[in-house]
């Protein structure tokens, strides 16, 4: 037609997902890079990746202090999900964390409740909290977060010590768990600032 060639499906985008193939990392990779969290539940051969969720409330000290560790096997294993996986494999390994806080006075905050400036960092090597503020600064990771805003922070597999195997029912070493920390000081004294979602990708393998 008038000299012009037509080429069929040209400038037409993929309307395709990743398959859950994609998504799960092998039982060897040493690093996660799929999302924090997923749409539902992917196996692969004898490999079961799941996300588990798990909720809660950040509260200030006596002092009016947050110090605050989220261990990411820790959240895995708190809700009830956990028992049932452990009677139908014989290894897991944790993939990522993501945890969300949102605050409690973000819309309404009585000058009673006094919500300070929050610090947060990713610690790939030590479930010890936050002595101060100023223990943030030796972190690459740290970020400075206002008061009354919501909080995200994500971590993911990333090395050969977090991507080692436990054995179902034992608990894993701390250089194969995540931790997510917090430090706030000069808050209303024994308060409850914040309720938190957690969600953490697990993957088993070894179907008893």
């Not at 051969?45 to 261990?71: L, P, Y």
């Not at 250089?175 to 920390?181: E, H, L, N, V, W």
Request: aromatic share 8%; hydrophobic share 35%.
């Amino acid at each position: 037609m008038n000299g012009q060639r037509r080429t069929a499906g040209r400038g037409r985008k993929s309307s395709r997902r990743p398959t859950a193939r994609a998504i799960v990392p092998s039982a060897t990779a040493l690093q996660y890079r799929g999302p924090s969290r997923l749409p539902q539940s992917a196996p692969q051969n004898d490999v079961f990746t799941t996300q588990i969720n798990n909720t809660g409330a950040v509260a200030s000290s006596a002092g009016g202090v947050i110090n605050t560790v989220f261990d990411s096997y820790l959240q895995a294993s708190t809700p009830s999900d956990w028992t049932n996986l452990l009677a139908l494999y014989t290894e897991f390994r944790i993939l990522s964390m993501d945890i969300e806080l949102i605050p409690w006075n973000k819309f309404n905050q009585p000058t009673t409740n006094v919500l300070a400036p929050v610090y947060s960092v990713v610690d790939r090597s030590s479930g010890s909290s936050l002595a101060s503020a100023a223990a943030t600064v030796g972190y690459d990771s740290v970020k400075s977060h206002e008061p009354s805003s919501m909080i995200r922070r994500t971590v993911k597999m990333n090395s050969a010590e977090e991507a080692q195997w436990t054995q179902c029912g034992a608990s894993p070493a701390t250089t194969a768990r995540m931790f997510i920390k917090l430090y706030s000081a000069g808050n209303s004294n024994s308060l409850t600032l914040y309720d938190f979602l957690s969600r953490v990708v697990v993957q088993f393998r070894g179907r008893q």
